[in-house]
């Protein structure tokens, strides 16, 4: 098939969106079909992938979007309609419609080409978070309008996919996220690594991702006061300088990539997540792949990740003292924390990208004509 994925965000921006559309590119060229990328600007024309493959990727203007400036808003224009007629898709992929995908979106249905919609940002909540007073119902109703102009709409988990239908998305269905288990894997753990971060052989608690404000980081400063406990923070964003005042033990990494983010994940004894808003949490399947027990928020995609008992557990979500519970109780608990750590990898047998990118294709198939 020709497949054109419409995303909000791609390279250099390194997120959710950008992960998931690279491995899903890399499964479809895998298989033979081709693939084109429209994505905001400014950025390269082309991405290598690994292996030697490539996809062509079109630009199109963008703005920063306000109060954020490392994120781009797609500005609409001509571009896109020229880069699909070109193109000529069976397909079109929409990662996580908000601007563009809604253009993108709207062609697609004047030009008859189906589309599928990846559900994958929780943009009303973070509407809530950063205090756009009355913004959230706005935006869940131009969601709405957007994702009906698919013909299918992919959510990553059992929570979403319900509030989805809850709110009248139609055609809603489950299309969970993969997981490098190769690249991620508790044989990377680090000892030179611990002993830089932990020379007192404290437990080394880490959180891997975005520094932004809907990420609800403030929660780690109950984590950072425990004794015996030492917080690592891996990843950059807007509120990278403010954390690093309000955490002044913590061990920032900044942004790390690579075999370098796999002796990350595996040095960890247990991974924090602190946000709500999380429609699935690639970060937190890594880390369980990587051997390491996760603490999170009860809410959203999480619920579908983190099995209490199993492979972590789960805190109240925007309770900081409940966080700091949960943390102190596996520092001092060693066999649980053992037991949670020998469980985490088994949790995620299954959810190859492999796997999960032969789903999305059947999916595009589901609504490509005969």
Known sequence: MRVAIVTESFLP???GVTGSVLKVCE???????????????????????????????VRVASAPLLGYAEQRLAVPGPRLAQALRGFRPDVVHLAAPAVLGAQAATLAQRT???????YQTDLPGYARRYGWRGASEAVWRWLRRVHEMAA???????PVCAELVGRGFPDVSRWPRGVDVERFHPQFRDD???ARVAPRGELVVGYVGRLAREKELDLLKSVHALPGVRLVVAGDGPQR????????????????HGRELSHVFASLDVF???????TFCQTAQEALASGVPVVAPAAGGLLDIVDPGVNGTFFTPGDARGLADVVAGLSQDPGARRELAGRARASVAGRDWASVGRDLVENYRAVVPA
Request: hydrophobic letters at 40%; zero cysteines.
């Open 112 to 118: 008859g080409v189906p589309a599928v919609a990846v």
């Open 241 to 256: 300088a403010h954390l690093q005042r309000v955490l002044p033990r913590a061990e920032f990494l900044g942004m790390v």
């Open 152 to 158: 299918r709409t992919l959510a990553p988990s059992r």
């Open 27 to 57: 499964h479809l060229l895998s298989e033979g079909h081709r693939v084109l990328v429209v994505a905001p600007g400014p950025g390269p024309s082309r991405h290598e992938l690994p292996g030697g493959a490539s996809v062509p990727v």
């Open 192 to 194: 030179a690594l611990r």
């Open 272 to 278: 924090v997540h602190t946000g709500r808003h999380e």
């Open 13 to 15: 921006q390194v997120n």
